[in-house]
């Protein structure tokens, strides 16, 4: 017998037993996979005696590892519906707009639009028949002939990345696939989405773990929506869509030439931008940047000032940081103790303040800049300036693209720049990249380099960091007159090693080894680029490794 702490009971169950059999039926509905000591697991998950003396936790969709466990598993019964009724027909799924996913046909002579009432009519049928997905073990060579018999071609190709000698499917049925994440145990399981036309296929909508389990209202998010658009038809071009696709530019020796690619798309689209300033230099006085976490603003703001520096414009560089109030005033203003501040909040800027000396700037005033100390946590003298007639500002920070920040200047003499990476790239066809993963490692390896922070560290700020994004940066992103695309294709194969050694120190025993777990599961298919001085001194890759000519 194996003893578990279950639902804050001690239990004794036998070996072999799921952990499915330990719920009620009446239970069973809204829950998707469970958590085992440090680690996630199915429901179907078989306790055996490593398990003894083990918490077991049932997770719901209010859990952010279930959420994802319950989008592969609607994905999948998506992926099935289509084999079902289209064998031939090659889909993707991409994270779209609007926090949804999109489903896409890759087979060029295939109507998508005439497709959709059939496959949401199988999806609501084989979710109704409630039928059992397993998880099944196989050798690489028997999950290549699995591949093989349903058209799975990309899957194959990721399998020699695949430092394992095993593969886990999931069978339903007759039908296997693998989405690279936990499924729920049967399709009966998935009982809320939506499937929505949407060109050039349809939205699959679920619920979100960080909005109660609720589906967000869709919203139609036309810049978003092209920029993911750019960032596709850019990667398709490229041919970068797929991990697959990047290892093997590595393995041909074109290393050099696939860095400096991606480096180019960045030139390109800082070449578009300064077209799009000059063109409005006599009205833009302000420039204001904003985007989420380790997107790369620093150096971007330094290449947009030589952006605009050898088309002759020279603009100044003001820090949103000096204008914060001390935090005896930000504690007055919110009503809380020091320790429970949310330091995130406008109001912890002196906005009456820096509207003034951005209203008396453009207007061609001296002005006395202050200056924040942060280890005396006051605001001090700064230096004194006059602009020259036609010379833009530029601000970058969380609240640069929120119109109550800069409500002194007029709309039109504001240029918004929202940056972000956009990386529209799969494991497989059915398996999109976390773009949210890709920026946390990134700032893992940045604040490793730089803050002395360890992952495990990281880790923890992460999820505060990211309900700020939502509250503050998201809502204004489709204000901006340019989006940049800072994901550069070649990134985590020159962040795998750095990632990797800091992401290894975490043990099964921490309470961050479940998001290490899931960032070393993605880096270990990438090939290794270990020469990184291949990488430019001034690219937006230094700001996280080092080396950066800006001295960031």
């Known amino acids: ?117 059939a496959i949401s009519e199988e999806v609501k049928r084989i979710i109704e028949a409630d039928l059992p997905i397993e998880r099944v073990t196989v050798t690489i060579e028997e999950a290549t002939e699995i591949y093989k018999k349903f058209h799975l071609d990309d899957k194959i190709e990721i399998l020699q990345y695949r430092p394992e000698s095993t593969v886990h499917l999931y069978k339903c049925g007759d039908y296997y696939n693998y989405l690279h994440n936990y499924m729920v145990p049967s399709t009966g399981c998935i009982h809320n989405y939506t499937i929505t036309p949407y060109s050039p296929g349809f939205i699959i909508q679920y619920p979100r773990h960080d909005l109660d389990a609720n589906i967000p209202e869709f919203e139609e998010e036309a810049t978003y929506c092209k ?30 030439e696939f860095v400096q690619m ?40 330094n290449r947009v000032r030589i952006e605009l520096l050898s088309r002759g414009i020279n603009p100044v560089t003001i820090s949103m940081d000096d204008y914060y109030f001390d935090k005896a005033k930000i504690s007055e203003l919110q009503g809380k103790p020091v320790g429970k501040l949310d330091l995130e909040h406008i109001d912890c800027l002196d906005v009456e ?8 700037l453009i207007n061609g005033e001296e002005v006395t800049l202050p200056r924040f100390n942060f280890k005396m946590d006051r605001r001090e003298k700064g230096k004194t300036i006059r602009l020259e007639q036609n010379v833009p500002i530029i601000i970058e920070g969380i609240h ?45 390896v940045r604040d490793m380099n730089f803050r002395g922070c360890p992952a495990a560290t990281t880790i923890d700020m992460w999820q505060s960091v990211r309900n700020g994004e939502f509250r ?73 490794i080092g080396g950066s000519c800006f001295n960031v």
Request: glycine share 2%.
């Open 1 to 117: 017998m194996i003893k578990v702490n279950f639902n804050n009971q001690h239990l004794s169950v036998e070996e072999g037993t799921r952990v499915l059999e330990l719920v009620e039926k009446k239970d069973r509905k809204n829950l998707v996979v469970c958590q085992v000591g440090a680690q996630i697991k199915e429901l179907n998950y078989r306790l055996s005696e490593k398990n003894d003396g083990m918490t077991i936790k049932l997770l719901n969709l209010n859990n952010a590892e279930a959420g994802r466990a319950y989008s592969a598993s609607l994905r999948y019964i998506v992926a099935m519906a289509f084999y079902n009724i289209y064998p031939d027909v090659k889909i993707r799924f991409s994270y779209n707009i609007s926090r949804s996913i999109s489903c896409q046909a890759l087979t060029k002579s295939f109507n998508m639009s005439r497709a959709v009432e």
């Open 353 to 360: 303040l820096f509207n003034k000396d951005l209203f008396d």
């Open 262 to 301: 991606c480096e180019a798309h960045h030139n390109r689209q800082l070449a578009e931008l300064g077209d799009m300033i000059e063109k409005e230099i006599e009205d833009v006085r302000l420039i204001a940047i904003a985007g989420p976490s380790s997107s790369g603003k620093t150096t971007f703001c």
């Open 227 to 256: 920029t993911l658009q750019r960032a596709y038809n850019w990667a398709e071009k490229a041919k970068v869509q797929t991990v697959a696709d990047i290892n093997r530019k590595i393995e041909r020796g074109e290393v050099l």
């Open 400 to 444: 640069a693209l929120n119109e109550k920040l800069t409500k002194s200047i007029p709309k039109h003499q504001k240029f918004k720049i929202y940056i972000a990476p956009h990386a529209q790239m799969n494991i497989d066809n059915h398996s999109p990249l976390s773009v949210t993963n890709a920026r946390l490692i990134r700032r893992i």
């Open 472 to 544: 503050w940066i998201y809502p204004n992103q489709e204000n901006a007159d340019y989006v940049f695309n800072s994901s550069l294709g070649y990134e985590l194969c020159v962040l795998k090693k750095q990632a990797m050694e800091a992401l290894m120190q975490i043990t099964a025993s921490d309470p961050q080894y479940l998001v290490a777990n899931r960032l070393i599961k993605t880096l270990k298919y990438f090939r290794q680029i270990d020469d990184d001085s291949l990488v430019p001194c001034n690219s937006l890759l230094r700001e996280f």
